[in-house]
């Protein structure tokens, strides 16, 4: 974890140094590597849980990625092209220590709140992204009590 954060703050550093935007590129970032943890998880499921549930997981997890991909990652990243290689480390790094937290074969309420977090702070402007993604953080909720 302590590497994740090192990597985590030079790239803040970084990005601060070259645009405002620069420190939500990096908190998008990371939530994208837990909707990564999300979506590798979701094949050890299928005994767990239902298809139905798994459905409106699978589908709100697609649908804020590309959001989050669309709308802030790719276009911030324009500006530091020679900086991906870094942010694909960073994001390895994180998903594997969400892999770690989170190794149970069950969602936990905190994939929920990461999650939530992340959409106070970048939500859709589409509805139906934004019905997927709420979808999906209610159902992660009602499984994690299961």
């Known amino acids: 974890m302590k590497t994740a ?11 601060m140094s ?6 939500q590129i990096n908190q998008q970032l990371a939530c994208k590597a837990h909707l ?4 590798q998880k979701l094949e050890s499921l299928s005994q767990v849980y239902s298809s ?16 989050l991909l669309e ?11 020679q900086m991906q290689a870094q942010v694909d480390q960073m994001q390895d790094i994180m998903r594997t220590n ?8 069950k969602f936990f309420s905190n994939n929920a709140v990461i999650v939530q977090g992340c959409y ?5 402007d589409d509805a139906a992204k934004k019905k997927l993604v709420e979808q999906m953080i209610d ?3 009602k499984l994690a009590q299961q």
């Open 5 to 15: 954060l090192k990597l985590s703050a030079l790239l803040t550093v970084i990005f």
């Open 18 to 23: 070259n645009t405002s935007n620069a420190a």
């Open 36 to 39: 990564n943890h999300i979506e």
């Open 52 to 67: 139905g549930a798994l459905l409106k997981v699978r589908n709100g997890v697609k649908a804020y990625e590309a959001y």
């Open 71 to 81: 709308a802030h990652i790719t276009p911030g990243m324009k500006e530091f092209p």
């Open 98 to 105: 969400y892999d770690k937290q989170f190794a149970d074969s």
């Open 120 to 124: 106070e702070q970048f939500s859709p």
């Open 139 to 141: 159902t992660i909720l």
